[in-house]
């Protein structure tokens, strides 16, 4: 049972414009969502998060939306760059300690 | 500022031998640690989590198994590797909920 969705595996688009990046969720006790970039071989770097109390947190090119209503959050990246191309995760944390991953979006930003 | 690192970076270990990975946190006091293993193609898989010496929550039952002998040193281990344990394995740590911190990773592929 995947707690955490993200339905598109991947994604290209157009250098310049936006990317958006999307992730579901079923279970409702989760109080903090985050987006991680992953290039190969190297760890997951941590982009952004948001907590549940709030719809919306903005981080220079970044920024991540959130509508607990329809248990959707969204990464939008403008403009998008070359090195932008990763793979995105989605991250939930329940009340407790621990995170569940989605599966991923590999973002491919064409020059 | 805090560091993490893990090592091996890269491992070839036939069917049935040990394991035994290693990750260590520098700069910060009790942090939550966390091992994940990325399968090919796939998403981040939590495996183990600890709030303290000594103490393991495992998220997946499997041969493996992990220890936190000192308060910022995390191992995994296994006494027999199956093929099936081959991945990507990445370990964790945070001090707050906002964020989570990886290593570099271990590329483990088991023949």
Known sequence: DQQVKQNSPSLSVQEGRISILNCDYTNSMFDYFLWYKKYPAEGPTFLISISS???????????????????????????SQPGDSAVYFCAARNYGQNFVFGPGTRLSVLP | SQTIHQWPATLVQPVGSPLSLECTVEGTSNPNLYWYRQAAGRGLQLLFYSVGIGQISSE?????????PQDRQFIL????????????????WSSQPTEQYFGPGTRLTVT
């Open chain 1, 53 to 79: 109390i709030k719809d919306k947190n903005e981080d220079g090119r970044f920024t991540v939306f959130l509508n607990k209503s329809a248990k959707h959050l969204s990464l939008h990246i403008v403009p």
């Open chain 2, 60 to 68: 997946v039952p499997q041969n493996l198994s992990a220890s936190r």
């Open chain 2, 77 to 92: 281990s296994s006494k027999k590797l199956l093929l099936s344990d081959s991945g990507f394995y990445l370990c964790a």
